[in-house]
Protein backbone atom coordinates (compact mmCIF):
# COMPACT_ATOMS: atom_id res chain seq x y z
CA UNK A 1 0.00 0.00 0.00
CA UNK A 2 2.87 2.16 0.87
CA UNK A 3 4.50 1.89 -2.38
CA UNK A 4 1.12 2.66 -4.44
CA UNK A 5 0.85 5.61 -2.39
CA UNK A 6 4.20 6.71 -3.40
CA UNK A 7 4.25 6.11 -6.79
CA UNK A 8 0.81 8.13 -7.03
CA UNK A 9 2.14 11.17 -5.03
CA UNK A 10 5.04 10.72 -7.96
CA UNK A 11 3.39 10.79 -10.62
CA UNK A 12 1.01 13.39 -9.76
CA UNK A 13 4.18 15.65 -8.56
CA UNK A 14 5.73 15.10 -12.14
CA UNK A 15 2.21 16.06 -13.64
CA UNK A 16 2.70 19.43 -11.97
CA UNK A 17 6.19 19.70 -13.06
CA UNK A 18 5.58 18.68 -16.63
CA UNK A 19 3.11 21.82 -17.36
CA UNK A 20 5.66 24.24 -16.31
CA UNK A 21 7.91 23.96 -19.03
CA UNK A 22 9.80 26.61 -20.78
CA UNK A 23 8.67 27.89 -24.03
CA UNK A 24 11.04 29.27 -26.98
CA UNK A 25 12.55 32.64 -25.98
CA UNK A 26 11.75 32.43 -22.46
CA UNK A 27 14.67 33.78 -19.84
CA UNK A 28 16.77 31.45 -17.98
CA UNK A 29 16.93 31.93 -14.49
CA UNK A 30 21.00 32.52 -13.50
CA UNK A 31 22.12 28.74 -12.48
CA UNK A 32 26.04 27.43 -12.13
CA UNK A 33 27.66 24.50 -12.85
CA UNK A 34 31.24 22.98 -11.70
CA UNK A 35 33.32 21.79 -15.05
CA UNK A 36 35.22 18.92 -14.45
CA UNK A 37 38.37 20.69 -13.59
CA UNK A 38 36.48 22.53 -10.40
CA UNK A 39 35.65 26.03 -12.18
CA UNK A 40 32.27 27.22 -11.65
CA UNK A 41 30.38 28.58 -14.77
CA UNK A 42 27.27 30.83 -13.98
CA UNK A 43 25.07 31.75 -17.21
CA UNK A 44 25.41 35.44 -16.29
CA UNK A 45 28.89 34.92 -17.45
CA UNK A 46 27.62 34.25 -20.89
CA UNK A 47 25.25 36.87 -21.19
CA UNK A 48 26.57 38.60 -24.59
CA UNK A 49 25.18 35.82 -26.92
CA UNK A 50 23.48 32.58 -27.39
CA UNK A 51 24.75 29.53 -25.03
CA UNK A 52 23.94 25.93 -25.86
CA UNK A 53 23.81 23.53 -22.82
CA UNK A 54 24.70 20.04 -23.44
CA UNK A 55 24.08 17.44 -20.91
CA UNK A 56 24.85 13.59 -20.49
CA UNK A 57 24.10 11.43 -17.39
CA UNK A 58 26.08 8.50 -17.29
CA UNK A 59 24.10 5.72 -15.59
Known amino acids: ?3 IAFALIFLIGCTIHANQSPRLHDTLPDFSLTDTEGKTHRLS ?3 DGHVMLFTLGYG
Do not use: A, P, V
Open 1 to 3: MKR
Open 45 to 47: DYD
